[in-house]
C-alpha cells in the first residue's frame, strides 16, 4: 500500500508539450507512471511519444480515466490550469510550478476545498509511491519500495534525506512535497493523516523548514493522533530573519517561523529532531525497534 | 519586495488614504526648504528599509527650517543597520491625541488577508504581540467574499469609539485592503494610525510590503524597486537567474535546492564553519549558471573556500561538472574547492572532475567537514 498513488493510478499532464511537461511526461512513463493524456490549449490530436494530447482537461477526461493531473505549465497560467482542472472534478491536482502569486493561491485553496478535491503544491517536485507510481520530478531510482512515509517543504533536501533512507535499507511507501511556498493545497497534518492510515506505512519522516507555522500545528498533531514513529529535520536553522531563503515561504518574518520555535515544537510532542539528514534513518531505527 | 515609508504613502495617497502633507528630499539644503514651506515644527525621517530607524537616531524634530537643514544634515550621515540613509522625509510635526495600529498581513494559517487592530499604536507591533497579544484584534478577511461591512465595523468599534473616528477608520480600512488585494501585497501597516486634531485619523508611517511572485502583473510596483534592499552580490546573481543572499561568514556555497542550500548552511555551522552565502543554482542544467555562481562568490575578498553541494534530480551532475571545469578554464581559482555529486549523470560527472585532478566527495557530512577543515 501507500498513500494517495499507487499502481493503478492514471495520470493526466497540464502542459505536456512544454519544455518541463514534456521532458516529465516522457520521465515519468519510464518510470512506470500510467500517463494516459495530456493537456494544452489548441494542440488537440497531436501526441507526445504514444500520448494523446487534448486542448481541454473535459475533452481529456471524456476519453481517459483520470485519478491524478501534474500541472506543468507557467506561473502566469497556473491558476487557470488548477481551476480547470477542478472544474473538470481530478481528485488530485499537483502543481509543480514556481512563483504562484499567494493571493492567487489563497483563491486557488477555497476553490479546490469547495469541489472536495485535493491540491499538493504548488512550487512541489510532486509525489511518489516507490515502484508504482510516480507523479513528479524527483529522480525514481534513489527511491526503494517499503514503509516509511516521507512529508517534505522541499525538493533536493527530500532526495538527500530518501538517498539516505534508501542506502540504509529503509524504503518509502511514498513521499509527498507538500511545497516551499507560504500557501499550499495540503500541509504536514493532511498527509500525516493519510500515512497513520495507511497500514503499510510503518514510520514517517518530516522534513520542515523556516517560515510560518506548520511544523508546530504537525507537531501538535503527532502527539494527540500518531501512533506510528516520526522523526523531523528543520532547514533553515542558520539563516538570518526577514531574508528569503529561496523559497517564497522560507522567511522568517514578525517574529514567528523560526528553527528554535519548530524544533522547541517537536522536541515537547516526543518527535526526534535531526541535526543533519544522514542522522535520520539511525533516529526512525531506533523508534521502530521500541514499537 | 520592500518600498519606502514615502513610497507606501504615495500609494496611500492614491487609494484615498488620509496622509499629512510632507515631502522627500535628499539633501539637507532641500530639507530646509521643505520646513519652510510647511512652516511650524517639522519632523524628519530617515527612509530606509528596515525597523528600529527611531532607536538609530533616523527620527528628529525641528523648529525651524535651520535646525532642520542641520538634523537633516545628522541623519543622512547614518548607516542603519548597514543601510545608508540617502533620504528623508520631511513632515508636519502633528499634535498626536492617541496613536492606534492598523495592519494588513496575508495570514498563512487562515489563507486570508488578516487584519489586525489596536489601541496600543505606536509601538513596536511585533514585540506587543508577544507581550500583550490581547491588545491586538483579528479579524481574518475571507478572499472569496472580501470585506463584510457589518463584522469590519463590529472589530473596529471595540478600538474607535466615536462614530467619527469608526467612520474614518473604516474607510481606511476598506481602501488599505483594495490596496492589498489590487496591487498583490503581503503586508501594509500604518503604525501610528494618529488621532490629531478635530478627531481626524491620518497614516503617519506606512510599511508596504509585495508579494514577488506576483510582481510579474504590476510593472508601476516594480518600478519602485529600490536596489539598497540588496547587496551587490544579491544584485548580480539575480540578473543570472540565482537565488542568493549574503551572509557575513567564510564559506562560499553553490547547491541546487532552496531546501538543500540551507540545510548544507546548516551543516556548516554545525561543523564550526560559517557560510558566507546562500545560493540556490535552481533546477536547470547550464553549465554556465555554475560559472556565474563561481565567478560572483570569488569575488567576494571574505570567501575562503567553496562548497559545491548537488544533488541531481533535473540538475545533471555532468552539467554541474562542466561548469565547473569552464569557471576553472576562465578564472583562476586561487580558494579551495570543495566538492560533492550525487544523482543523475553523477559518475560521468565525477570522472570529468577526477580527470583534471579534482577530488569529489559522495556524502554531505563528509564535503562539509573538509570545506570546514580548510577554510
Same mark, same amino acid.
Given at each position: 500500500?501507500?498513500?494517495?498513488?499507487?499502481?493503478?493510478?492514471?495520470?493526466?499532464?497540464?502542459?505536456?508539450?512544454?519544455?518541463?511537461?514534456?521532458?516529465?511526461?516522457?520521465?515519468?512513463?519510464?518510470?512506470?507512471?500510467?500517463?494516459?493524456?495530456?493537456?494544452?490549449?489548441?494542440?488537440?490530436?497531436?501526441?507526445?511519444?504514444?500520448?494523446?494530447?487534448?486542448?481541454?482537461?473535459?475533452?481529456?477526461?471524456?476519453?481517459?480515466?483520470?485519478?491524478?493531473?501534474?500541472?506543468?505549465?507557467?506561473?502566469?497560467?497556473?491558476?487557470?490550469?488548477?481551476?480547470?482542472?477542478?472544474?473538470?472534478?481530478?481528485?488530485?491536482?499537483?502543481?509543480?510550478?514556481?512563483?504562484?502569486?499567494?493571493?492567487?493561491?489563497?483563491?486557488?485553496?477555497?476553490?479546490?476545498?469547495?469541489?472536495?478535491?485535493?491540491?499538493?503544491?504548488?512550487?512541489?517536485?510532486?509525489?511518489?509511491?516507490?515502484?508504482?507510481?510516480?507523479?513528479?520530478?524527483?529522480?525514481?531510482?534513489?527511491? &526503494?519500495?517499503?514503509?516509511?512515509?516521507?512529508?517534505?517543504?522541499?525538493?533536493?533536501?527530500?532526495?538527500?534525506? /530518501?538517498?539516505?533512507?534508501?542506502?540504509?535499507?529503509?524504503?518509502?511507501?511514498?513521499?509527498?512535497?507538500?511545497?516551499?511556498?507560504?500557501?499550499?493545497?495540503?500541509?504536514?497534518?493532511?498527509?500525516?493523516?493519510?500515512?497513520?492510515?495507511?497500514?503499510?506505512?510503518?514510520?514517517? /519522516?518530516?522534513?520542515?523548514?523556516?517560515?510560518?507555522?506548520?511544523?508546530?500545528?504537525?507537531?501538535?498533531?503527532?502527539?494527540?493522533?500518531?501512533?506510528?514513529?516520526?522523526?523531523?529535520?528543520?532547514?533553515?536553522?542558520?539563516?538570518?530573519?526577514?531574508?528569503?531563503?529561496?523559497?517564497?515561504?522560507?522567511?522568517?518574518?514578525?517574529?514567528?517561523?523560526?528553527?528554535?520555535?519548530?524544533?522547541?515544537?517537536?522536541?515537547?510532542?516526543?518527535?526526534?529532531?535531526?541535526?543533519?539528514?544522514?542522522?535520520?534513518?539511525?533516529?526512525?531505527?531506533?523508534?521502530?525497534?521500541?514499537? | 519586495?520592500?518600498?519606502?515609508?514615502?513610497?507606501? &504613502?504615495?500609494?496611500?495617497?492614491?487609494?484615498?488614504?488620509?496622509?499629512?502633507?510632507?515631502?522627500?528630499?535628499?539633501?539637507?539644503?532641500?530639507?530646509?526648504?521643505?520646513?519652510?514651506?510647511?512652516?511650524?515644527?517639522?519632523?524628519?525621517?530617515?527612509?530606509?528599509?528596515?525597523?528600529?530607524?527611531?532607536?538609530?537616531?533616523?527620527?528628529?524634530?525641528?523648529?525651524?527650517?535651520?535646525?532642520?537643514?542641520?538634523?537633516?544634515?545628522?541623519?543622512?550621515?547614518?548607516?542603519?543597520?548597514?543601510?545608508?540613509?540617502?533620504?528623508?522625509?520631511?513632515?508636519?510635526?502633528?499634535?498626536?491625541?492617541?496613536?492606534?495600529?492598523?495592519?494588513? /498581513?496575508?495570514?498563512?494559517?487562515?489563507?486570508?488577508?488578516?487584519?489586525?487592530?489596536?489601541?496600543?499604536?505606536?509601538?513596536?507591533?511585533?514585540?506587543?504581540?508577544?507581550?500583550?497579544?490581547?491588545?491586538?484584534?483579528?479579524?481574518?478577511?475571507?478572499?472569496?467574499?472580501?470585506?463584510?461591512?457589518?463584522?469590519?465595523?463590529?472589530?473596529?468599534?471595540?478600538?474607535?469609539?466615536?462614530?467619527?473616528?469608526?467612520?474614518?477608520?473604516?474607510?481606511?480600512?476598506?481602501?488599505?485592503?483594495?490596496?492589498?488585494?489590487?496591487?498583490?501585497?503581503?503586508?501594509?501597516?500604518?503604525?501610528?494610525?494618529?488621532?490629531?486634531?478635530?478627531?481626524?485619523?491620518?497614516?503617519?508611517?506606512?510599511?508596504?510590503?509585495?508579494?514577488?511572485?506576483?510582481?510579474?502583473?504590476?510593472?508601476?510596483?516594480?518600478?519602485?524597486?529600490?536596489?539598497?534592499?540588496?547587496?551587490?552580490?544579491?544584485?548580480?546573481?539575480?540578473?543570472?537567474?540565482?537565488?542568493?543572499?549574503?551572509?557575513?561568514?567564510?564559506?562560499?556555497?553553490? /547547491?541546487?535546492?532552496?531546501?538543500?542550500?540551507?540545510?548544507?548552511?546548516?551543516?556548516?555551522?554545525?561543523?564550526?564553519?560559517?557560510?558566507?552565502?546562500?545560493?540556490?543554482?535552481?533546477?536547470?542544467?547550464?553549465?554556465?549558471?555554475?560559472?556565474?555562481?563561481?565567478?560572483?562568490?570569488?569575488?567576494?575578498?571574505?570567501?575562503?573556500?567553496?562548497?559545491?553541494?548537488?544533488?541531481?534530480?533535473?540538475?545533471?551532475?555532468?552539467?554541474?561538472?562542466?561548469?565547473?571545469?569552464?569557471?576553472?578554464?576562465?578564472?583562476?581559482?586561487?580558494?579551495?574547492?570543495?566538492?560533492?555529486?550525487?544523482?543523475?549523470?553523477?559518475?560521468?560527472?565525477?570522472?570529468?572532475?577526477?580527470?583534471?585532478?579534482?577530488?569529489?566527495?559522495?556524502?554531505?557530512?563528509?564535503?562539509?567537514?573538509?570545506?570546514?577543515?580548510?577554510?
Amino acid at each position: 500500500m501507500s498513500i494517495l498513488i499507487d499502481e493503478k493510478t492514471q495520470v493526466l499532464v497540464q502542459g505536456i508539450t512544454g519544455r518541463d511537461g514534456a521532458f516529465h511526461a516522457r520521465a515519468m512513463t519510464a518510470d512506470g507512471t500510467k500517463v494516459v493524456a495530456g493537456v494544452t490549449p489548441g494542440k488537440a490530436g497531436e501526441k507526445l511519444d504514444e500520448i494523446p494530447v487534448y486542448s481541454t482537461v473535459k475533452e481529456a477526461m471524456a476519453e481517459h480515466r483520470v485519478d491524478a493531473t501534474v500541472i506543468f505549465v507557467p506561473a502566469k497560467f497556473s491558476s487557470a490550469a488548477v481551476r480547470e482542472a477542478a472544474d473538470a472534478g481530478v481528485p488530485l491536482i499537483i502543481c509543480i510550478t514556481e512563483g504562484v502569486p499567494v493571493l492567487e493561491m489563497i483563491h486557488n485553496y477555497s476553490y479546490v476545498q469547495e469541489r472536495g478535491l485535493r491540491l499538493i503544491g504548488p512550487n512541489c517536485p510532486g509525489l511518489i509511491s516507490p515502484g508504482k507510481c510516480k507523479i513528479g520530478i524527483m529522480p525514481a531510482r534513489i527511491h &526503494k519500495p517499503g514503509g516509511i512515509g516521507v512529508i517534505s517543504r522541499s525538493g533536493t533536501l527530500t532526495y538527500e534525506v /530518501v538517498y539516505n533512507l534508501t542506502m540504509a535499507g529503509m524504503g518509502q511507501s511514498t513521499c509527498v512535497g507538500i511545497g516551499g511556498d507560504p500557501v499550499i493545497g495540503s500541509n504536514f497534518i493532511d498527509m500525516l493523516k493519510l500515512f497513520e492510515a495507511d497500514p503499510d506505512t510503518t514510520g514517517v /519522516v518530516v522534513i520542515g523548514e523556516i517560515g510560518g507555522e506548520d511544523e508546530e500545528a504537525a507537531a501538535d498533531f503527532i502527539r494527540e493522533h500518531m501512533s506510528k514513529p516520526v522523526a523531523a529535520f528543520i532547514s533553515g536553522r542558520s539563516a538570518p530573519p526577514g531574508k528569503r531563503m529561496g523559497h517564497a515561504g522560507a522567511i522568517i518574518s514578525g517574529g514567528k517561523g523560526t528553527s528554535e520555535a519548530k524544533v522547541k515544537a517537536f522536541h515537547e510532542a516526543g518527535v526526534p529532531v535531526a541535526d543533519k539528514p544522514d542522522e535520520i534513518p539511525g533516529l526512525l531505527a531506533k523508534m521502530l525497534q521500541a514499537t | 519586495m520592500k518600498v519606502h515609508e514615502y513610497q507606501g &504613502k504615495q500609494l496611500f495617497g492614491e487609494y484615498g488614504v488620509p496622509v499629512p502633507v510632507e515631502m522627500v528630499v535628499t539633501t539637507a539644503e532641500q530639507a530646509a526648504e521643505a520646513a519652510a514651506k510647511i512652516g511650524g515644527t517639522v519632523v524628519i525621517k530617515a527612509q530606509v528599509l528596515v525597523g528600529g530607524r527611531g532607536k538609530a537616531g533616523g527620527v528628529k524634530i525641528a523648529k525651524s527650517p535651520d535646525e532642520a537643514r542641520e538634523r537633516a544634515a545628522e541623519i543622512l550621515a547614518l548607516t542603519i543597520k548597514e543601510l545608508p540613509v540617502e533620504k528623508v522625509l520631511v513632515a508636519p510635526a502633528a499634535d498626536i491625541k492617541q496613536e492606534f495600529y492598523l495592519g494588513l /498581513v496575508l495570514d498563512r494559517n487562515t489563507k486570508s488577508v488578516l487584519l489586525m487592530v489596536s489601541k496600543a499604536g505606536g509601538v513596536d507591533i511585533e514585540e506587543l504581540a508577544v507581550s500583550s497579544p490581547d491588545e491586538i484584534l483579528k479579524l481574518p478577511i475571507d478572499p472569496v467574499k472580501g470585506i463584510q461591512d457589518a463584522e469590519l465595523k463590529q472589530t473596529l468599534s471595540k478600538v474607535f469609539e466615536t462614530p467619527k473616528l469608526l467612520e474614518q477608520a473604516q474607510d481606511t480600512v476598506t481602501k488599505l485592503y483594495r490596496l492589498f488585494v489590487e496591487k498583490d501585497c503581503s503586508l501594509v501597516e500604518i503604525n501610528p494610525y494618529g488621532l490629531v486634531e478635530d478627531e481626524v485619523l491620518l497614516a503617519l508611517d506606512a510599511k508596504v510590503n509585495f508579494d514577488d511572485n506576483a510582481l510579474f502583473k504590476h510593472p508601476d510596483i516594480e518600478a519602485l524597486k529600490n536596489l539598497e534592499e540588496y547587496s551587490a552580490d544579491e544584485i548580480e546573481a539575480n540578473k543570472h537567474g540565482l537565488s542568493f543572499v549574503s551572509l557575513d561568514g567564510d564559506i562560499g556555497c553553490i /547547491v541546487n535546492g532552496a531546501g538543500l542550500a540551507m540545510a548544507t548552511l546548516d551543516i556548516i555551522k554545525l561543523y564550526g564553519g560559517s557560510p558566507a552565502n546562500f545560493l540556490d543554482v535552481g533546477g536547470s542544467s547550464n553549465p554556465e549558471k555554475v560559472l556565474n555562481a563561481l565567478s560572483i562568490i570569488l569575488g567576494n575578498p571574505n570567501c575562503k573556500a567553496v562548497l559545491i553541494n548537488i544533488f541531481g534530480g533535473i540538475t545533471r551532475c555532468d552539467d554541474i561538472a562542466k561548469g565547473i571545469l569552464m569557471a576553472m578554464d576562465q578564472i583562476d581559482i586561487k580558494l579551495p574547492l570543495v566538492i560533492r555529486l550525487i544523482g543523475t549523470n553523477d559518475k560521468e560527472g565525477r570522472k570529468l572532475l577526477t580527470d583534471r585532478g579534482l577530488e569529489v566527495a559522495e556524502s554531505l557530512s563528509e564535503a562539509v567537514e573538509k570545506v570546514v577543515s580548510v577554510a
